[in-house]
Structures are given as C-alpha cells and as structure tokens.
C-alpha cells in the first residue's frame, strides 16, 4: 500500500479580518488530511496603495465588509490568535510577515516572498510532498475522493494541479463574521483566478497566488466536481442560491449530477464516457 501524501497549506493572513475564521479554516483542512499549516501574520496593517490605504487604517480597503474587530487592541487580537494557534494541533506554524507596507509593494508582495520563501525551506526539509497556497477565506473541496487519494494517485510528471473556484457569499453579515458551515448562497461561475496545489520538489516558484513555474512535470487543470476550491467574498457578485440551510458539509458532498447547474467551476468538456473525470493539460 502506498503511504498517503505529506500535505501542507499555507496562508498569508490579515489577523484582525481572520481572527473568527482561522480555528475553522485549520479545522476544516486538517480533517481532509492536510497536515502542516504554514501562517504568515501580516500584522495589524496592510499598506496597499493599489486600495488607497492610509498607512494609519486597521482597514484594509480591498475587503471593507470585512469585521476588523476595531474595539480590541493590537495585543487584544495577538493574544486571541496565540490562543487559537494553541488549540489548533500539531504542525501549526505562526510566523509573523509584516511586508506589504508603503514602499515594499503592497499586500501581494508579501504573499509572493512568503510562499517562495516557505518553497525553499520545505524543499531542503522534504517532509512535504504537496504545498497549496490559498486564502483564509478559501477552502480546499475535494467532491469525490479524498484528497490524499486525488494526490496519491497522480503520476510522477504532475508538478501542480489546477484548480476551479466556486464563488459563495461574503463572510459577514450585518457587521458580524457568520461560520463557514452556516454560508449558504453559491454565486455561480469564475473563470479566473485559479489556484494552485505544487509537488514540492517539483515547483520552481509562484508567479503570482494565481500560477507557477515548474522546474519539471506539468501542470494540470483538474475538472472541478474531482477538486475544486471555495471562495467567500462580499462585493458584487449575484448567482443562484443554494437550498435552504445548505453550507460547506452539504457542499462538500455535491457531485456533477447533483449540482446540475454546474455553477461551480467554469465548463469542462465532458469526457463522454459517463461520470469519469477528464484533466486537462494547462496551455
């Protein structure tokens, strides 16, 4: 038998936006097999002239809807990440990544040193066979088969898949964070932006959150009822809604032929032989 993957996700994260989210997106991930949890704390201030921020906000004006949760101070809301870092398991590493000020490029800077940073190291360690590099409001759904058997079972040329996003509501409501499992609306088909799970030791670099450069092997578009991605974000986005009281756990166990409007990925063409999932070589 062969063993299940070594997984590892990693996150450059806003504490005070992510403060009622991080127990359950490391919750969430850890039950679907993922095993190392690599966080970058970007601190109490993201300087991102791209949004018009003021290096004095706690704001960070690209997620405005977002609960900054003002009326606790800088150590209040360390302390509360400290704790939930505390609970959260085994291979939870915190590391603190105050880039993306004035003059160092902005937010996703950060996230691009981060994740090549932590590429390096893992790959010197080799404990990690496949690293994912997404948000705090994105959750990793494997629709079919678990996703250490998804990864176990591709061929050694695979450098990365490729994945499809499925778009839900924003995660606060009424000026309050609202649990993972407790969104319910879907908001219908992206056709950017794309994320990414790399063989470690395959992967050169990440271009950007959205793609990378393989040093060897290929990268593959996986169809997104075998593995797909789920993002919550407010702003103006409008779709069909899901059925009444339905969140991540029902989501989680949607398949092709259940979610018949195909809402959660961009289309793929079918394989014509039935169920059977057919991946695509990216350009």
Known sequence: MTNPPSIAVATVFLPRMELDYLADWIGYHRNLGVEHFYLYDNRHLSYDAKFNQRPAEKIWQKKPE????LDLSDD???HQVRQILAEAGPNVFHTAWPGGRQGQGGFYAAQIKAVNSLLKQLQEAQLVEWLAFIDV???????????PSILN???NNVAALELSQK?????WQNGRGVPFAQLSR??????????????????????NPHSLQ???GRILKIPANHLRFHHFRGNEHFGKPAPPGWGVQQYV????????????????????????PVIHDSM
């Not at 977002?66 to 949760?69: I, P, T």
């Open 66 to 69: 977002a609960d900054y949760h």
């Open 76 to 78: 209040d809301i360390d």
């Open 137 to 147: 409001d994105e959750l990793l759904v494997p629709s079919e088969d678990p996703l």
């Open 153 to 155: 079972g591709l061929e």
């Open 167 to 171: 778009l839900f509501e924003s995660r």
């Open 186 to 207: 879907s908001f219908g088909v992206l056709d950017f932006n794309q994320k990414l799970i790399a063989r470690v030791s395959h992967c050169e670099r990440w271009v």
């Open 214 to 216: 393989a040093k060897q």
């Open 253 to 276: 166990k949607l398949d092709a032929a259940t979610e018949i409007d195909s809402s959660h990925c961009r289309h793929l063409p079918s394989s014509g032989d039935g169920d059977v």
